[in-house]
């Protein structure tokens, strides 16, 4: 089956520094994406990782180890209004055509 | 903002009804994919569709159907309703069928959802 973890909940401060963990196993890989979903919202896109590493993206940056099956999110410079679900999704490629796998996401509260 | 837009925004439906769901792709994207996503889980694939035909199915049964039109313009089917239906139904467009294989895929853009409650 397919498995991807990730906590539920987080919480950090204004300015702060916070990182999103998630793992994965699953049969396949075509890479893993982050998204940004606030409630009641679309999902939108964040970043997307196929090689390890760190990708960088302004206040966002998203890391991969394929060996570890691992990824993190890092969110710099917190602001209130990234209160919200990060969803973690591997790329799986089966029966020629691409799918998304996601996790459950993790709530993240920033407070002041 | 993304392009992809989704109706009705919310819909209320007994259990045993049908319901049919609407989405518009971005401009230029000819792959749609639909998910359901229950309240607190990520979103659950439902199937995709590229050029007018199904090409991939999740882990859902034959009542949930669905078509795309030639303006690559799609919809969700939902017969026989049943309590457990009650989600968010999200769909996500894409430039091409995401079919080049390892190493080849193309991001999904989600549309605002249409927030599906069964009664």
């Known amino acids: 089956g397919q498995n991807i973890d990730q906590p539920t909940e987080m919480t950090a401060t204004e300015g702060a520094i916070v990182q999103i963990n998630c793992t994965y196993q699953t049969s396949g890989f075509n890479g893993l994406f982050w998204y940004q979903q606030h409630a009641g919202e679309a999902p939108t896109f964040l970043s997307y990782n196929v090689l390890d590493g760190l990708e960088e993206k302004g206040r966002f940056s998203s890391f991969l180890s394929r060996s570890k099956g691992y990824s993190y999110l890092l969110l710099k410079e917190l602001q209130m209004k990234d209160s919200a679900s990060y969803l973690c999704?591997?790329?799986?490629?089966?029966?020629?055509?691409?799918?998304?796998?996601f996790g459950a996401g993790t709530r993240l509260a920033v407070h002041p | 903002e993304t392009g992809v837009t989704q109706s009705p925004t919310h819909l209320i439906k007994t259990r045993g009804q049908q319901v049919t769901l609407r989405c518009s792709s971005q401009?230029?994207?000819?792959?749609v994919s639909w998910y359901q996503q229950a309240l607190g889980q990520g979103p659950q694939f439902i199937f995709q569709?590229?050029?007018?035909?199904?090409?991939g199915r999740g882990n859902f049964p034959p009542r949930f159907s669905g078509l795309q039109f030639p303006n690559y313009s799609s919809e969700l089917n939902v017969n026989a309703l049943e309590l457990d239906d009650s989600a968010l139904y999200l769909c996500a467009s894409s430039p091409n069928p995401t079919s080049g294989g390892p190493y080849s895929t193309d991001t999904q853009y989600f549309g605002p959802g249409t927030r599906l409650t069964v009664l």
């Open positions: 999704a591997v790329s799986l490629f089966s029966g020629g055509y691409n799918k998304l796998i």
């Open positions: 401009s230029g994207h000819n792959t």
């Open positions: 569709y590229y050029r007018e035909e199904e090409n």
